[in-house]
């Protein structure tokens, strides 16, 4: 599991260790796991949801995200996954940084499993319907709200002034370890 940091430390922050990893299981399947540690009562989790389903601007609250592209260039295409802890989803098609945004109509998720302690969540989720031949390169992300409105953003780095998960600078290769 890779290591997330949070864009500020906070006394909240400070709280919590957050991990994750995306491995690509077959040709077209990648498997994504969050595990998230400290007071995890103090999290904002969305309500429950009858049925799981596509949903956009999950990023606003307490979501697990994940970026995947064949190449780091700004110019080069890549595609969003936001999963929320309560099962809804959504993935996004991008032809360049930032540009091109498209529904990936072709592309699933799945919340597989979500298990928790006092101390501890544990998220598991099926990407399906994305070559792994084009995710040489990936982004691990999280926003975390708390209960009481403050929102952290976690990656596995942060290479920009202001929280900018679509920043490939705070990206790595899917062969680093």
């Not at 309560?86 to 945004?101: D, H, L, T």
């Not at 990407?127 to 992300?141: C, S």
Request: proline share 4%; hydrophobic share 40%; with cysteine.
């Amino acid at each position: 599991m890779k290591k997330l940091v949070p864009f500020a430390a906070t006394a909240q922050t400070k709280l919590f260790n957050v991990e994750a990893e995306v491995e690509a299981v077959s040709q077209d399947a990648h498997l994504l796991v969050f595990e998230i540690h400290g007071p995890v009562e103090r999290i904002l989790w969305p309500a429950p949801s009858v049925i799981e389903s596509r949903q956009d601007e999950l990023w606003k609250t307490t979501c697990l995200e994940a970026f995947l592209a064949k190449g780091n260039a700004p110019t080069d295409a890549y595609l969003e996954i936001n999963c929320s802890p309560n099962g809804n989803w959504n993935a996004y098609k991008f032809s360049s940084y930032r540009e091109g945004m498209t529904t990936a109509a072709d592309v699933s998720v799945r919340l597989q499993e979500r298990s928790g302690e006092t101390q501890r969540v544990r998220f598991q989720i099926e990407i399906k319907g994305f070559d792994a031949a084009e995710a040489t390169f990936h982004g691990l992300t999280a926003v975390i709200e708390f209960a009481d409105g403050e929102k952290s953003y976690w990656s596995l780095k942060h290479a920009d002034a202001n929280p900018n998960f679509h920043d490939k600078r705070g990206w790595e290769s899917a062969t680093t370890r």
